[in-house]
Nanobody, 122 residues
């Protein structure tokens, strides 16, 4: 079994910062891409940022220059530093990772965390 556990959400004023963290644990042989998605009320889940095992990152246009994704391959963690937060960043943020549980006999499978609420409000 593989688990992804997020932390770091909360309530913040516009212009403020939050740092989300996600730790993967369990039966893990290797992790490929890790990322963050978010879902606002009444909207579909959307990609926020992805980072490869080599550290290459991509961002949705709306967060470029404000959010930074990073990972620690030794600890199986991925973080999202969110700065200059806006009202429209309010959403449940989900961690995602593409994981291979065994070197042989298993395929790459996507796993999700339970989500952490980020609320930007004055």
């Amino acid at each position: 079994q593989v688990q992804l556990v997020e932390s770091g959400g909360g309530l913040v004023q516009p212009g403020g910062s939050l740092r989300l963290s996600c730790a993967a644990s369990g039966s893990i042989f290797s992790i490929d891409v890790m990322g963050w998605y978010r879902q606002a009320p009444g909207k579909q889940r959307e990609l926020v940022a992805l980072i490869s095992s080599g550290g290459s990152a991509i961002y949705v246009d709306s967060v470029k220059g404000r959010f930074t994704i990073s990972r620690d391959n030794a600890k199986n963690t991925v973080n999202l530093q969110m700065n200059v937060l806006k009202f429209e960043d309010t959403a449940v943020y989900y961690c995602n990772a593409l994981i291979k549980s065994r070197p042989f006999g298993s395929s790459w499978s996507p796993y999700w965390g339970q989500g952490t609420q980020v609320t930007v409000s004055s």
